[in-house]
């Protein structure tokens, strides 16, 4: 299963370039995604390339924004109104595709730049909630105007990307896909909630001052839910910690050394002997306990 985002700024004046670069690559992506169509009702380009469906949203009272959906005509699908926003900080279209088993959900995004972050995501997650509790697999990708290479210095973006990773989502594009003489970002990006084989990556190409990032994945893919991973741990609370020091307090190690004298005189049996008891205290004080893994949420980034 392969999809394409790609931000048009005007797909009527970028048309014929996006279909360029698409002849150009060896693949027929199942979905285009698009966002800064620019387009009005009454500006649609006459064929929306071959063997395509078109759905979309556009802005009533103003220029520029916009996303869309371009979906092979092999596919039956269903728009997703209650899914979608489309308001000054948040414009979504989602769709429910048919396929075997469970039902794949497409979203596309933009955020206009510019736009309260948080406002922003309170909107996404309300969708995020509604496909959590469905259990669908699931796939958001757009221009999110939120660079998360900042994740570590900016709370809004560390909140939207943990958004995502809460909702068993996982990022796909790791390197920038905007790209300009004094800067880069990574503002674009492909969301996935399914564990599937998957090939990603950005596009090289200057249909606009963003990169088209692309993603091939397994089809069909479900959502796996891995087993619970329990572990067996010795409990560590500072009460436990207490009391160890106190049992360790009461220890007559002078016992033991001349002990060792009277009867053995070796060094070693010394050792042995410091460590058995230090040991079985320490068991006694951190008893062992069979206790949940917990995944870390930010698997995706590093320190």
Not at 43 to 50: A, E, H, Q
Not at 160 to 184: G, K, W, Y
Not at 215 to 228: E, M, Q, R, S, V
Request: charged share 25%.
């Amino acid at each position: 299963f392969s999809i394409l985002h790609i931000n048009c700024r005007s797909l009527q004046r970028n048309y014929t370039e996006i279909e360029i670069v698409l002849k150009q690559i060896n693949c027929q992506f199942k979905i285009l995604a698009l966002t800064e169509t620019w387009l009005s009702s009454n500006n649609l380009p006459p064929n929306m390339f071959n063997d395509y469906i078109f759905i979309g949203s556009e802005r009533k009272d103003k220029r520029g924004g916009g996303v869309g959906l371009c979906i092979h005509n092999q596919y039956k699908f269903k728009p997703r109104p209650d899914l979608s926003v489309f308001d000054n900080s948040c414009e979504t279209q989602f769709i429910e595709i048919s396929k075997p088993n469970k039902n794949l959900i497409i979203g596309v995004c933009y955020r206009p730049p510019n736009q309260n972050i948080n406002d922003f995501n309170a909107k996404l997650g309300v969708a995020l909630d509604l496909i959590d509790n469905e259990r669908k697999d699931c796939i958001i990708l757009g221009d999110f105007n939120i660079d998360i290479k900042k994740v570590d210095s900016c709370n809004p973006v560390s909140e939207f990307l943990e958004s995502f990773v809460s909702h068993s989502f996982e990022p796909l594009i790791s390197s920038p896909t905007r790209i300009s003489d004094t800067s880069c970002s990574l503002i674009d990006n492909i969301f996935v909630n399914s564990n599937c084989d998957v090939l990603s990556g950005t596009i090289i190409s200057d249909i606009s001052d963003h990169l088209p990032v692309f993603a091939l994945l397994n089809y069909p893919f479900t959502l796996k839910h891995d087993k619970p991973n329990y572990i067996n741990k010795r409990i560590k609370r500072e009460e436990n910690i207490n009391l160890f020091i106190e049992k360790l307090s009461k220890v007559d190690f002078d016992a033991i050394v001349q002990n060792n004298i009277i009867y053995f005189n070796d060094p070693n049996k010394v050792y042995d002997d410091f460590v058995d008891k230090v040991l079985d205290i320490y068991k006694s004080c951190f008893p062992v306990k069979r206790v949940l893994v917990k995944h870390n949420k930010n698997m995706w980034f590093s320190e």
